[in-house]
């Protein structure tokens, strides 16, 4: 089993920042791919953000790309997501993910979730 906590969620206003950050345990860290999802209300779970396992690789969706950082420390078995130039739209909760693969974008792909963050962006 592995247990992810995110953190550092908030209500922020547009154009503004914020960290979240995912500290994990339980299991190997390194050996997985972490993502990060939303889900507005009303909405289904969307994909985010990915980072390999050796954060060779990372990914974004169109929506984010240019504003959103994916980060992980493996030493701190922590992942990070530093949202930048916040919108509104952007107001969602925020989930952590571990899969056990190089990198993925998928929810199915995902074995392990956290319990999620709220980020709301005021306009």
């Known amino acids: 089993q592995m247990q992810l906590v995110e953190s550092g969620g908030g209500l922020v206003q547009a154009g503004g920042s914020l960290r979240l950050s995912c500290a994990a345990s339980?299991?190997?860290?390194?050996?997985?791919?972490m993502g990060w999802f939303r889900q507005a209300p009303g909405k289904e779970r969307e994909f985010v953000a990915t980072?390999?396992?050796?954060?060779?690789?990372?990914y974004y969706a169109d929506s984010v790309k240019g504003r959103f950082t994916i980060s992980r420390d493996n030493a701190k078995n922590t992942v990070y997501l530093q949202l930048n130039s916040l919108k509104p739209e952007d107001t969602a909760v925020y989930y952590c993910?571990?899969?056990?693969?190089?990198?993925?974008?998928?929810?199915?792909?995902?074995?392990?979730w956290g319990q999620g963050t709220q980020v709301t962006v005021s306009t």
């Open positions: 980072i390999s396992w050796s954060s060779g690789n990372t």
């Open positions: 339980g299991r190997s860290f390194s050996s997985y791919a």
């Open positions: 993910a571990a899969g056990h693969l190089y990198i993925a974008t998928m929810n199915y792909e995902y074995n392990y």
